[in-house]
């Protein structure tokens, strides 16, 4: 008898943060295509629940993928913060992810015949050799942030630091890593020549930086046309470099994205076309109180309608009478992609994650950048600098006058709703028939489906 075909793909993500999201929605593109192949969804509990347990996820999930659950590391009575969590996690991670894969599959190793993982699970590469079998690594935030951590060893011979680490030099440009001729050493995240090198997270990341030339592809949620430099480069440097977003606009929206619980969109409508601020810093980061207060000072003083996602113990931080003395409307959550496709944002006040960014550029909006750690403020430096398409709070913290120059230039000057708009386009053509992000897809499936 003929042995058994491989046929089933082996998929790690990793559970914080925005990560395991996008990947799902690879994975999910990459299951109706191939029907015919299993595709095993590895994560925590907690990650697996997020992505898969939502009744309004059901019906977008094929049956051919199947979650399973992986040992997040953490004391049973652990009750500490999120990013000690993460340390627990990170120093078991390794071994956990081998250990649940091979209790799922013990002496059917043979039956996987490819591996999808996160690029943070850099150790992927390890296991898709030892079984012969091509490792295909997705990268969820932008070029611009994964050139840093491939050339972290470049920057670090290139920039040696004194005693007093950055100081003085954070304007200093490392013009020498391919693409990034605009970048600063205080734009870099931490991890590469400051902050915490010896930290679990940094050594995952410049292990991952190392790993990530035996990758059969690099993925990643953006498209060619955005950072073309960078794109060159990594195709001389990785076996494939696939760029195939954005998600935003080649994923089928999970239909709680068109819940809009806290009536946005009604609110939206009676306001005049882009006038609206919309302000929302994700889900992990908030501005300290005195910038919330700056903010919400500098936006009653310049008059500006705004649409703020805060959440509610949050609101008390804001002046005595602010939302009744303005035109503004704060929820506890906005179905942003919707909110930023809306006729009447004229601006978005942003921490500048990755997929905020995306999100901006595929809705046309330009960007308010006030970015708060990791690759947040690279991000804002290509939106201010490189692209045009927006501008950083000045000096990197909201204050009164700051926040009223911001708005007023970004809403009255149309070079920027110009430029995110020529970029807007590009990105459509992208996902297109002829697109490149849609060549690179079909590149992938031929890597992921192949016998």
Known sequence: MAPKKPNHVVVMAFPYGTHAMPLFNLVRRLAIQAPTLTFSFFSTSKSNQSVFGTSSNNNIIPSNIKSYDVDDGVPKDFTGHHMAEMVFFLKSMVENYKNGIHSVYGDEMKMIKCFICDSFMHFGSDMADELGVPMVSFWTAGPCSLATHFYTDLIRQSI???????????????????????????????????????????????????????AAAVTMNSFAELDLPIIEDFKSKFQKCLTLGPFTLTSESSSHINDDPNGCLTWLDKQNPTSVAYISFGTVTTPPPHELAALAEGLEESGVPFLWSLKAHLVGQLPNGFLE?????????????????????????????????????????????????????????????????????????????????????????????????????????????????????NTLAEIVCKD
């Open 325 to 441: 003395r303005t035109k503004g409307f704060i929820v506890p959550w906005t179905p942003q992609q919707r909110v930023l496709g809306h006729h009447a944002v004229g601006v978005f006040v942003t921490h500048c994650g990755w997929n905020s960014v995306m999100e901006s550029i595929t809705a046309g909006v330009p960007m308010i950048c006030r970015p708060f750690f990791g690759d947040q403020r690279i991000n804002c430096r290509m939106v201010s600098d490189v692209w045009g398409i927006g501008t950083r709070i000045k000096d990197g913290v909201f204050t009164k006058a700051g926040t009223m120059e911001c708005l007023d230039m970004v809403l009255s000057e149309e070079k920027f709703r110009e430029k995110v708009g020529a970029l807007r386009g590009l990105a459509k053509h992208a996902v297109g028939p002829k697109g490149s992000s849609t060549k690179n897809f």
């Open 160 to 214: 040696t630091l004194g005693p007093d680490g950055i100081g003085g030099r954070e304007e200093e440009i490392i013009d020498f890593v391919p693409g990034l001729s605009l970048i600063r050493i205080r734009d870099l995240q931490e991890g590469i020549i400051f902050g915490g090198l010896e930290s679990e997270f940094s050594v995952m990341l410049h292990k991952m930086g190392l790993a990530l030339p035996r």
